[in-house]
């Protein structure tokens, strides 16, 4: 895991993403391996840039994990996040002017998550304190007092706005399963190095959403898209967020320390893994979304899903002994090693398709694909394995 963090992961955004000529990173590569050198740079790129080298460096102590996450922080702060208004752009141009200004608040969680991370690894006092003011941005904007849970977007300026999608793949929700996981990452991250009691207190909250709401107490599986009042289609089942939803919600009760709690979300994880499991294929690879009113299932093992398999059923393991999970994650990892990870140039590709052909017309590096789901994978198995 290690090998494959450093020398496959990290050594190619230290040595192909870095813009030496405009600062930052750069916004992406293509799939053929080709840098587009004019592209768009997204908030949620450079916040999982920010959280992944910040996270090696608490980890490994190497300080050119130190000097990227530094880089990093200091691009978000000098281009991402809206000094008038608060909150963080989604986009910027590739001279780091603010491109789509929209205040998303699945990129302001992870732009809490970067910071926190950092404060957490070298005590950083301007990154937490970045990461407080964001929080009290979510709290202040996106927070809904009267139905509970956090508005998925609004305008530069804190207003309604009419399209909430984080992508063109997504329905127009006003909450979604994938922002509320994506935020309560970050609380949990945070409280670590701030115990804040309205912090704790949120983050109390979104643990009971997505046991009481989000998840569905029939399928099992996660409902993803709802309006205001938490009303919503329940039509897809994405195997991926489920299983990593099994372990994030896991960790948010640990870091909270509280028994009975921890009790309750341990009672409902292993049904919700057992429910991803409908995506595991014989080849070892967990596949990506079914369509319960058509059941089409979507085939593509995208790399962050085995990630997330890789790390939920090593959970299980961990903390229930499951032999079975662990031979799970076994399996996605020799499928992960066989098919993902590109041993000549670095990274991972996106995916292998259906007919068993790489998926080479998806980014190696970009808006979406991040150094995040494959380095916080390699990094929960090594901390894991050093606090065994």
Known sequence: MQDVLEKNILRFWLERMMDHLNGGFHGRIDGKGTLIAGAERGAILNARILWAFAAAYRVL??????????????????????????????????????????KQSYAIGFTIYG?????????????????????????????????????????????????????????????????????????????????DPLLERQTRRLLDLFLDT???????????FFDEQWQGKRNIQSFGHDIEASWLLHETALVLGDDALTERVEQAIRPLAQAAGEGLRGDGAMVYEKWTDTGVVN??????????????????????GDREAL????????FTKRHLIDQENGEWHWGVKPDGSLNLDDDKAGFWKCPYHNTRMCLEIIEREMNA
């Open 61 to 102: 102590h190497k300080n050119e994990y130190l000097e990227a996450a530094m880089r990093a922080k200091r691009y978000i702060i000098d281009h991402f996040i809206d000094h008038e208004l608060g909150g963080v752009f989604w986009s910027v141009d590739a001279l780091g002017n603010p491109l789509d200004t929209k």
């Open 299 to 320: 085939e593509n093992r995208d790399w962050w899903v085995q990630c997330e398999c890789i790390i939920g059923h090593a959970d299980l393991y961990q903390y229930f």
């Open 214 to 224: 989000i998840l569905n107490p029939v399928t099992h599986h996660l409902d993803l």
């Open 115 to 195: 910071m926190s991370e950092l404060a957490r690894a070298t005590g950083d006092d301007e990154a937490l304190q970045w990461a407080m003011r964001l929080f009290h941005d979510l709290e202040e904007h996106a927070f809904d007092p009267v139905n509970n849970g956090y508005v998925e977007a609004l305008t530069r300026e804190w207003k309604p706005i009419a399209d909430m999608r984080l992508s063109d793949k997504d329905e127009n929700g006003a909450k979604t399963m994938n922002t509320h996981l994506h935020i309560i990452e970050p609380y949990t991250n945070l409280l670590r190095v701030w115990r």
């Open 327 to 334: 031979d799970i994650a076994l399996r996605c990892w020799d």
